[in-house]
Nanobody
């Protein structure tokens, strides 16, 4: 069973930065597509950014140019560098590991880390 542990959330002022980390307890980390999702109060969970095993990335339009996702396969870790934060970025951020299978796939989720952007 894959365990995902997020860290790095907290309270930050508008315009500030945070770096989220997600460590996966697996010896086959490289086969997973990793992603960051977030859920704000009253809203559905949405994909923020994802990174494939080969390093390709995808971002939500709302965070393009401000957030950067990266992975360090040697450390089983995925990062989300968040710059120019605004109050609309306030949400619980969840780490996701997606295992691509021949027929469908499987997802693992972390417990989430709170990010609050407020003056």
């Amino acid at each position: 069973q894959v365990q995902l542990v997020e860290s790095g959330g907290g309270l930050v002022q508008p315009g500030g930065s945070l770096r989220l980390s997600c460590v996966a307890s697996t010896n086959i980390f490289t086969i997973f597509v990793m992603g960051w999702y977030r859920q704000a109060p009253g809203k559905q969970r949405e994909l923020v950014a994802a990174i494939g095993s080969g390093g390709s990335t995808n971002y939500a339009d709302s965070v393009k140019g401000r957030f950067t996702i990266s992975r360090d396969n040697a450390k089983n870790t995925v990062y989300l560098q968040m710059n120019s934060l605004n109050p609309e970025d306030t949400a619980v951020y969840y780490c996701n590991a997606h295992r691509v299978l021949a027929h469908g796939g499987y997802d693992y989720w972390g417990q989430g880390t709170q990010v609050t952007v407020s003056s």
